[in-house]
């Protein structure tokens, strides 16, 4: 029992290090992500994803401009 134990400290001792020693490039802003991208990071790296009505590979996302065309239709003068 007491072998178990000491596994399972040195799983989580181990996963403490690797965390303090990970840089979070999404807080660090060192990521190449696209600025219509959300930035997750991971262990190590991180990981890019265009946000909602956005396409591309996270690096590059492109995405559909909403204009709106207003048409002058002719008055009609009823008096």
Do not use: K
Request: hydrophobic share 35%; aromatic share 6%; glycine share 8%.
């Amino acid at each position: 029992m007491e072998g178990i134990v000491a596994s399972s400290l040195s799983i989580i001792t181990h996963r403490r290090i690797i965390s303090q020693l990970d840089m979070d490039e999404c807080v660090e802003d060192t990521d190449d992500c696209d600025v219509n991208a959300v930035c997750e990071n991971n262990i190590g790296s991180y990981f890019c994803e265009c946000a909602e009505g956005w396409t591309g590979n996270g690096t590059i996302c492109t995405g559909y401009v909403s204009v709106l065309l207003y048409l002058s239709l002719p008055t009609i003068n009823t008096n």
